[in-house]
């Protein structure tokens, strides 16, 4: 028998509590998608039926909605690439030019598999370096409540002794002794650095993609290592898989740029499709550019050096994300321990 259902919108404030407490699209979500899809094409399951049976292997809605919605853009005669590009907030450019590369060659299944392997080694590293925030995030918040409920209690209690002492105190205590005072006068500011911390890990994607705070965060000790090989690994590992896909090595280039987590990485991309452009070479284009990739140039020239006397493409871009992604393995498996020096420096800063 049919069963029917009658769907009523959520609107209003109804509809900003759901849309808020539904799982996001995620890392996890590519990964499963792409390595479902990739089993069923080895297995020779038909188009539309490998995305309806990812369906249940996502957990987000949009995932979801997504992969009805490209059901119904192949049935009516759409290429699979095609219907990827309609939905950029899940699949990034290099994504579908490697689908697209994969259609055009008859290598659809592993172009997929390499994607979802990719994505699954990335959520690797992201769910370490997340664990790794965990406990620097709770201490400086603590450390900020902590402040807070001072300037409620103690230094009201001692600013009548230093009223007493009648001499020139300190910036330092004038400032402490001005938020207290503010604070007991309005006490709805006490929320403010909460919600200040609210705002900034929920907006801490739109914050870092800004390209001035990208140079800064890629200056930093400790997390500028981490952000330049990030994004090095993600970038390289990005232009290995579009060369294996037999795409052109100036268009390979110019979607790496497009693709680069880092303003100093699309920078570096975009000058050597420009060199290479021209006719140099590819171990003479990262040779000019090497100013962009740090401390790592070197290796990286060289490595690219041997690739063009060997003659091997995919090869050499593949070993270079391996390195960084072992090396941002080894930081995320150890960010805590990294990360807790900076953390008791801002504490005791904040006792100072």
């Known amino acids: 028998s049919n069963e029917t259902a009658e769907i009523a919108d959520i609107t209003g404030i109804d509809e900003h509590i ?9 890392i996890a979500d590519r990964a499963a998608f792409f390595n479902g899809l990739a089993r069923c094409f080895e297995r020779n399951i038909p188009t539309i039926k490998s995305f309806q049976l990812q369906t249940n292997r996502v957990k987000s809605p949009r995932f979801r909605g997504a992969i009805a919605d490209m059901c119904t853009e192949l049935q009516n005669g759409e290429k699979i690439s095609d219907t990827f590009l309609r939905h950029p907030d899940l699949f990034t450019k290099d994504m579908v030019a490697l689908v697209r590369a994969g259609e055009e060659a008859g290598q ?13 080694k990335s959520q690797a590293i992201v769910r370490k370096l997340r664990s790794g925030m ?7 918040t603590l450390g900020v409540a902590v402040i807070i409920t ?23 205590t004038k400032l402490l002794m001005a938020m207290s005072d503010l604070l007991i006068k309005r006490p709805y500011m006490a ?32 997390i500028g290592n981490i952000v330049r090989k990030s994004s090095a690994a993600n970038s390289f ?17 110019q979607i790496t740029a497009e693709s680069a987590s880092n303003v100093e ?11 290479i452009a021209v006719g140099r070479s590819i171990p003479e284009s990262f040779l000019l550019e090497s100013h962009w990739l740090g401390p790592d140039a070197r290796t990286i020239c060289g490595v690219m050096e041997i690739a063009g006397e060997t003659g091997t493409g ?13 090396d941002l393995d080894l930081i995320a498996s150890q960010i805590d321990k990294l990360i807790e020096p900076a953390t008791i420096v801002i504490l005791g800063s904040m006792v100072g």
């Open 237 to 253: 590992r990005c232009m290995a898989m579009l060369v294996e896909a037999n795409v052109r090595l100036v268009t390979a280039l």
């Open 150 to 172: 001072m300037s409620f209690t103690l230094i009201p209690a001692m600013v009548k002794l230093y009223t007493s002492l009648d001499t020139e105190l300190p910036n330092a």
């Open 134 to 140: 965990i406990y620097p995030g709770i201490v400086l």
């Open 191 to 222: 929320a403010l650095p909460f919600i200040g911390l609210f705002l900034l890990f929920k907006n801490w994607g739109k914050i870092t993609a800004l390209p001035k705070v990208q140079k800064v965060l890629i200056r930093m000790p400790i």
């Open 314 to 326: 995919a090869e050499p871009l593949n070993e270079i994300a391996e390195d960084y992604e072992e």
């Open 18 to 26: 759901h849309r808020l407490t539904l799982p996001k699209a995620n």
């Open 108 to 120: 659809l299944p592993p172009v997929l598999r390499r994607i979802g392997t990719n994505q699954k």
């Open 265 to 275: 990485y699309r920078e570096f991309f975009t000058r050597v499709k420009n060199h």
